[in-house]
């Protein structure tokens, strides 16, 4: 199953709510075809309004125009557009087998019943799903749920494939198999995705030089490969506990309740910007407290491995 390519253009968008509410400041970007785009920045700054925008589900302000190939959509209504959004929650219907979850948009456009069997069983094979196509969303893994609204998303064919958090409600262990699998999957597909969330760290210029990365208090050498000034981190590869040798420091500013995890905001000495890190929902860290902090350098990315 190869879906088109096509390159998404991104001009000058921005969204301002009635009250004037400033939801996306003007943004500009250019999304190669097949190529993974992640969108970067602090809880509020506005990705899952862009991503809401290129998927036609809220209205940018006048000027801005969003383009698919040669294709103006910015006016086109979400069900003209072809795009595919797998969200956090996956938003299946519990209700549904596998397999009518999967058949679902294909079926109310107007495909024949010979057309939706022959492109779900494509996609349950795809997707490691032969064997549960009888099975409801409540009867499956985390995992196998996360496969389902993958299919279901990309049965249309859609020309572009949004992703708002699509691992944030599984453990570390099962994000960290299933990462790779998403990622092979897409360049299968020949799909372009767009999603975000992930801590950008800035380095001085010493510590550049030095290859190394210093937060809280502790200093990290750095893979030989990350030459880069800016480092990225996901928040499940944070590790936060009592301070140990080699840890460093960091403050809690906030503390979010997400029903399977809790989110830390921490301030930390040596980076400009707040970090966000994941931990297990009975973790008792409460705001102002003082909690040791650790990265696994090998955990580390560049910022050109955000966008390949």
């Not at 490969?225 to 080699?246: F, K, M, N, T, Y």
Request: hydrophobic fraction near 40%; charge should be neutral; proline fraction near 6%.
């Amino acid at each position: 199953m190869e879906l088109e390519r096509i390159p998404v253009d991104i001009d000058h968008c921005s969204k301002t709510y009635a009250d004037g509410t400033r939801g996306l400041q003007p943004t500009s970007l250019h999304v190669e075809p097949g190529e993974v785009l992640a969108l970067l920045g602090p809880s509020g700054c506005g990705k899952t309004t862009l991503l809401r925008l290129i998927a036609g589900l809220e209205t940018l302000d006048a000027g801005g125009r969003i383009l698919f190939g040669d294709q103006d959509v910015t006016h086109r209504p979400v069900e003209q557009r072809g795009v595919g959004m797998v969200f956090q929650s996956y938003a299946l219907f519990p209700q549904m087998s596998v397999a009518a979850n999967i058949g679902y948009g294909l079926r109310i456009r107007g495909a024949s019943a010979a057309e939706e069997r022959r492109a779900v069983g494509e996609l349950v094979e795809l997707t490691r799903l032969t064997g549960l196509e009888s099975k409801r969303p409540g009867e499956l893994s985390g995992g196998q749920r996360q496969r389902v609204a993958l299919a279901r998303a990309v049965a249309v064919r859609p020309r572009v494939l949004l992703l708002d958090e699509p691992l944030a409600a599984l453990d570390a262990k099962l994000k960290e198999s299933l990462r790779e699998e998403l990622a092979e999957l897409l360049r299968r597909l020949h799909i372009t995705p767009i999603h975000g969330r992930v801590n950008r760290i800035e380095r001085t210029p010493e510590s550049q030089a030095r290859g190394v990365l210093t937060l809280g208090g502790m200093t990290l050498t750095c893979p030989p490969a990350l030459s880069q000034s800016a480092l990225l981190v996901r928040p499940e590869d944070i590790q936060i506990g009592p301070r140990q040798d080699g840890w460093g420091m960091a403050r809690v500013e906030q503390r979010s309740f997400l029903g399977d995890r809790v989110q830390l905001r921490l301030s930390a000495a040596g980076i400009a910007s707040t970090l966000l890190a994941d931990v297990g929902r009975d973790a008792p860290y409460r705001n102002g407290d003082e909690v040791g902090i650790h990265i696994d350098p090998q955990r580390l990315m560049s910022t050109a491995e955000a966008s390949a």
